[in-house]
């Protein structure tokens, strides 16, 4: 609680001088992007006070995650991607979203649409017609984000989806292990799963990996000198070193929660200049608020990280699973976009700090009348 009131005090401050000695951007509006994963142990808090349960929290935000990724995916057309209605041949833009955010739905409500799967059919069942239903739906959602993510190429997406989902997969070992009936239907679905993920994935393979080509150009430039990037190399790399340059600059307080014109501001390449983010969410940082902001922000999650190692508790496989392939997908997608400071992530990754800190504020409070 100390690291997280410290952080949002730093990012109040950090505004405040930002704008009073004039570093380019709107610092006050950017808060909303760099507040939300510091009230992760203030939600904590009001969720061990009204005795409410992990399990209970973790299904009614993946609920929430898939209602609301769903939305946003049909509301922006994907629906017509999917069909073939949309004969663009660049898929940088889903509707009023751009590629990355709309990768960032889809593997979401993949990864949500297979925790509520799971939940619904092993382990809370209601009656053979709802769960018949409720198997459907949500096994067509599945496909259905997956059929949209590979329609619009996102690398970043579909890495870190293969990623999350071998996370999700792997968790079921815990509780697959056994040689009872519950252990073989957790077996019997996750191979199910897998199986229908990798028919789709082979079905459209030619697709997937279509973008996965310019990889090899970045991986010839790795090698170069950050002058020759910044004035020659390909965008993502020029991009970099211009974030490493910026950080020389201002190595302890950085520029601010806003840096969205720097890169119009001081790139020497056009392809550079018409980004707003460093498409690194942990260079990112860097260039937000310094070194003094980076290790403020490394101490909140190692905090949060040690809470959930040392409190474990317990949880069923579905929210167990659930919440670790999310967490995989965040970590790895913020290599490539800064994606925590997109609300979505944001918020996720302030309902999951919530969720590791929950159990030694309840353990507290349980104790607090015993010590009164």
């Known amino acids: 609680m100390i690291l997280s009131l410290a952080w949002i005090g730093f990012v109040l401050l950090s505004a405040t001088y930002a704008a009073a000695i004039g570093l380019p951007g709107d610092h006050f509006k950017a808060l909303g992007k760099h507040l939300p994963i510091a009230l992760g142990p203030v939600v904590a808090v009001a969720f061990a006070f009204w005795r409410l349960r992990r399990e209970t929290i973790l299904v009614a935000f ?3 995650l898939a209602i609301g990724a769903t939305v946003l995916l049909i509301r922006n057309g994907a629906i017509s991607l999917i069909a073939g209605e949309l004969a663009e041949p660049d898929r940088a833009f889903l509707g009023h979203i751009n590629r990355n955010t709309a990768g960032l739905a889809c593997g979401l409500l993949m990864i949500s649409a297979a925790t509520l799967l799971q939940n619904v059919v092993l382990q809370k069942p209601l009656g053979l017609v709802f769960t018949a239903c409720s198997a459907a739906a949500l096994g067509a959602a599945i496909i259905f984000a997956e059929l949209l993510l590979i329609s619009l190429q996102s690398r970043t997406a579909l890495i870190a989806t293969g990623i999350a989902a071998a996370t999700w997969f792997g968790a079921q070992l815990r509780y697959a292990s ?10 019997y679905a996750a191979i199910a799963l897998l199986a229908a993920l990798v028919i789709v994935c082979a079905t459209n393979w030619s697709t997937m990996t279509q973008r996965f080509g310019g990889l090899m150009t970045v991986a010839v430039g790795i090698g170069r000198s950050l002058d020759q990037l910044g004035a020659s190399g390909p965008d993502r790399l020029a991009l970099t070193a211009l974030a490493l340059e910026l950080i020389q600059q201002r190595p302890l307080l950085g520029w601010g929660p806003d840096v969205s014109r720097l890169p119009y501001l001081f790139a020497q390449t056009s392809g550079v200049k018409s980004l707003t983010q460093f498409h690194n969410g942990y260079l990112q940082i860097l260039v937000n608020f310094g070194a003094i902001g980076a290790v403020l922000m490394t101490a909140l999650l190692v905090a949060a990280l040690r809470a959930a190692v ?9 929210p167990f699973s659930g919440a670790l392939a999310i967490t995989a997908y965040i970590t790895v997608s913020n290599i490539t976009e800064s994606v925590l400071f997109v609300k979505l992530a944001g918020a996720s990754a302030m309902i999951l700090i919530a969720l590791a800190c929950m159990p ?7 104790q607090q009348p015993a010590a009164n």
């Open 62 to 64: 993946v609920s929430g």
């Open 178 to 187: 056994g040689r009872d009936a519950s252990s073989r239907r957790y077996r």
């Open 310 to 318: 040392r409190y474990p508790g317990s949880l069923p496989a579905a």
């Open 360 to 366: 030694a504020f309840s353990r507290r409070l349980s």
